[in-house]
């Protein structure tokens, strides 16, 4: 079954506590992005990545690392959490990047105290 | 930087009643996605609008494409409690999605 596997669906943490939210897909897609869902706020993108190797910014980074070693794999690393950084997280992949189809992982709700 | 503003933010509606979100974009969008999130669930992609003034309906859902790629529609025709969720719309860039606020339906039975 074609899908994006989050892990850990749920998570409460201190702040400062580094901690990885683990992201794969059995697609084979090029094209994989992190994004965060804020009441009010919509989902904003924090990491993208385009393909092995190959990741950039999007429009909330700060406090954010990723890396796509393989493909199947794109982890989002929390340094150093803060309370600011409570949200529900959203894993997400397509073929490639522009004109296709997303499929979201089921995501990570974190709280950050 | 680009923005994609939605409205409304919440929408109740009585089950039957028709309803409508709109999606503006600061910026001309090559392509626009719609997608559906049912509460307590992950976003489900629903259709893709790619011309201008494009129209393309799935059943009780229209969907539309502005004129000038700015600017879109979701009108659902006499809701029912199934259509419950956040329907958010996307523009894509290069490599990046800008996703709108989102619209909050409820559908009171």
């Known amino acids: 079954e074609a899908q994006v596997t989050q892990n850990p669906r749920y998570l409460i943490t201190v702040t400062g506590k580094k901690l990885t939210v683990t992201c794969s897909q059995n697609?084979?897609?090029?094209?994989m992005s992190w994004y965060r869902q804020d009441p009010g706020l919509g989902l904003r993108q924090i990491y993208y990545s385009m393909n092995v190797e190959v990741t950039d910014k999007g429009d909330v980074p700060e406090g954010y690392k990723v890396s796509r070693k393989e493909k199947r794999n794109f982890p989002l690393i929390l340094e150093s959490p803060s309370p600011n950084q409570t949200s529900l997280y959203f894993c997400?992949?397509?073929?490639?990047?522009?004109?296709?189809?997303?499929?979201f992982g089921a995501g990570t709700r974190l709280s950050v105290l | 930087g680009q923005q994609v503003m939605q409205i409304p933010q919440y929408q109740h509606v009585q089950e039957g009643e028709d309803f409508t979100t709109y999606c503006n974009s600061s910026?001309?969008?090559?392509?626009i996605q719609w997608y559906k999130q049912r509460p307590g669930g992950h976003p489900v992609f629903l259709i893709q609008l790619v011309k201008s003034g494009e129209v393309k309906k799935q059943k009780r859902l229209t969907f539309q494409f502005g004129e000038a790629k700015k600017n879109s529609s979701l009108h659902i025709t006499a809701t029912q409690t199934t259509d419950v969720g956040t329907y958010f719309c996307a523009g894509s860039g290069t490599y990046k999605y800008i996703f709108g606020t989102g619209t909050r339906l409820k559908v009171l039975a």
């Open positions: 910026t001309t969008l090559s392509n």
């Open positions: 697609m084979n897609h090029e094209y």
């Open positions: 997400a992949s397509s073929l490639r990047a522009g004109k296709n189809i997303q499929y």
